[in-house]
């Protein structure tokens, strides 16, 4: 991630997040290995508190309130479903954008969440989930780490305004992100979708900060 982020001029809101992105503990390591270990400890697409617990010690990342995040719990909080258990799919797709690796393999990796059967090949709706669940949590999720503890309040009301603003662009966004990714086809093979982000603007969306700056272009 850190790698991209140094070609891209961020907003101060981004900059914001990204500090607390930081502290969820996923950029020193390695996207296949988190894409593994989450997968490893996965069953029937969601995770329990003990598998959770297996993950967290495995990558050795925090899950508990700590000073320079107190919202960390809320903000795992919001990827439970009404049993307590974290969705799978989605942990995956948060562990693999803010990891290190290269675009193809995160590209590959990402495919691989919506090819359960091996096929090499997806459906546009998948593109359309994998753009829902990015939005989700870029412009919803990853926010709520920014807290008045750790930002004056003020901050905390532009990261809430530059949320709500990239939220009402998403629509158009939406359309364009499938157009990218997919040709409009509604089948796209794995060849294809990991070629799409040898183009630097697209390469960008594997990112937080740039899924952002792509909502915020509309």
């Known amino acids: 991630m ?8 961020l907003s101060r809101e981004d900059k914001i997040i990204a500090d607390m992105e930081l502290q969820l503990e996923y950029a020193g390591l ?8 989450i997968r490893r400890y996965s069953e029937n697409r969601e995770i329990n508190k003990f598998q959770w617990d297996n993950i967290v010690a495995e990558l050795g990342i925090k899950s508990k309130n700590y000073r320079n995040c107190p919202e960390l719990e809320a903000f795992y909080d919001t990827f439970t479903n009404e ?8 942990l995956l797709i948060l562990g693999i954008l803010l ?20 096929l090499k090949v997806i459906d546009q709706s998948c593109i359309e989930d ?18 008045n503890n750790n930002e004056p309040p ?10 709500r603003v990239l939220n009402a662009k998403s629509l158009r966004a939406k359309q364009q992100f499938i ?20 183009v630097f603007e697209n390469a960008l969306l594997l990112s937080t900060f ?6 915020a272009q509309f």
Not at 2 to 9: A, D, F, I, T
Not at 102 to 115: C, P, S, V
Request: proline share 2%; glycine share 4%; with cysteine.
């Open 179 to 198: 157009k990218l990714l997919s040709d409009n086809k509604d089948k796209i093979p794995l060849e294809e979708f990991k070629v799409k982000f040898d």
């Open 30 to 37: 390695n996207c296949i290995k988190v894409d593994y270990v």
């Open 83 to 90: 049993n307590q258990c974290i969705n799978t799919k989605e």
């Open 130 to 147: 994998l753009f829902e669940i990015l939005k989700k949590i870029t412009i919803v999720r990853l926010p709520m780490l920014v807290n």
């Open 154 to 163: 003020e901050n905390r009301r532009k990261i809430e305004l530059y949320a």
């Open 210 to 215: 740039g899924f952002r700056s792509f909502l």
């Open 2 to 9: 850190g790698c991209l982020q140094s070609h891209v001029e």
């Open 99 to 118: 990891s290190l690796g290269q675009i193809r393999t995160k590209a590959r990796l990402l495919f691989e969440i919506y090819d359960s059967e091996n």
